[in-house]
């Protein structure tokens, strides 16, 4: 049986909104979750978008996006404040939740940082995983995550099944 269910979906932001979708859902079905879901709020300034992360049942909320400016190029990811979203994860493994969540896999995964340690102590620990991987990140992804992954469809009522199958029962 699978421990890593992944989306993939297009379009900005779509992965994103189905992430806290099925975690509200989830969470309302008395699963305990750990993790962390992403929202991104309108920006103000008319430049794109801010990134924040929720992470869940703890209401801190930590914005990892950083401004640089209206001609930056740049990557605009804040690996500071995403890692210590990590670190805030990384401990609620420890509270034996019944489910990981997580917005994606993505660049820092990629290289190596960013969920992957959260995942593969998830994993060692016998939790389930679900998670968006873009399309860009689908090779490194599946050269990480081997047999332990299954493609889901981007339908939050079937990814709710997939996880209460997996589940460890309280």
Known sequence: ??????ITAAGR???DRIMVDVSETLA?????LAGAVQHNPANPSGRRCHMDLHVLGSGQVVRISQELGPHALACRLNASALAQVVGLVEHQLALSPQLLVLNKFATQEVE?????PAIGAAVAAGIPV???VN???LPAFHAY???LAEALSP?????????????PRA
């Open 28 to 32: 309302a079905r008395g699963l305990r």
């Open 145 to 147: 995550a081997g047999d």
């Open 112 to 116: 190596g940082r960013g969920w992957r």
């Open 135 to 137: 399309d860009a990140s």
């Open 1 to 6: 049986m699978s421990m890593i269910g992944y």
């Open 13 to 15: 932001g779509v992965s």
């Open 130 to 132: 679900l998670l968006a």
């Open 155 to 167: 339908d939050p009522a079937a990814m709710c099944d997939w996880a209460v199958a997996r589940a």
